[in-house]
């Protein structure tokens, strides 16, 4: 969605847009996108399965910097929603780096 909607149209559903540049929210968008990409193929194609651990600490730097942008907009749902999604992707590079690792 951020990556294909024109401002105009994300703003009333991500407020947060309106403190970045266009570009700026594509670049999230796109990063969000390919971060999910890259849990998902390399796990199930088995090509490339370091990708997935690298994925997810990518996806949970995002999360972090997201809650940062949040607690300047002063929206504390928003922070805890990107803190559960910090911590399930912390978990997924903890599972695929750590003692767990395939």
């Given at each position: 969605?951020?990556?294909?909607?024109?401002?105009?149209?994300?703003?009333?559903?991500?407020?947060?847009?309106?403190?970045?540049?266009?570009?700026?929210?594509?670049?999230?968008?796109?990063?969000?996108?390919?971060?999910?990409?890259?849990?998902?193929?390399?796990a199930?194609?088995?090509?490339?399965?370091?990708?997935?651990?690298?994925?997810?600490?990518?996806?949970?730097?995002?999360?972090?910097?997201?809650?940062?942008?949040?607690?300047?907009?002063?929206?504390?749902?928003?922070?805890?929603?990107?803190?559960?999604?910090?911590?399930?992707?912390?978990?997924?590079?903890?599972?695929?780096?750590?003692?767990?690792?395939l």
């Amino acid at each position: 969605m951020k990556s294909t909607q024109p401002e105009e149209k994300l703003e009333p559903r991500l407020p947060w847009a309106e403190d970045y540049s266009a570009g700026t929210v594509r670049f999230i968008g796109i990063a969000e996108l390919a971060g999910a990409l890259g849990l998902i193929l390399p796990a199930v194609t088995g090509i490339a399965p370091i990708l997935t651990p690298l994925a997810a600490t990518g996806l949970a730097v995002i999360m972090v910097l997201a809650a940062l942008a949040h607690v300047r907009r002063k929206a504390p749902a928003a922070i805890a929603m990107k803190a559960a999604l910090f911590l399930l992707a912390a978990f997924v590079a903890w599972g695929r780096f750590g003692p767990y690792a395939l």
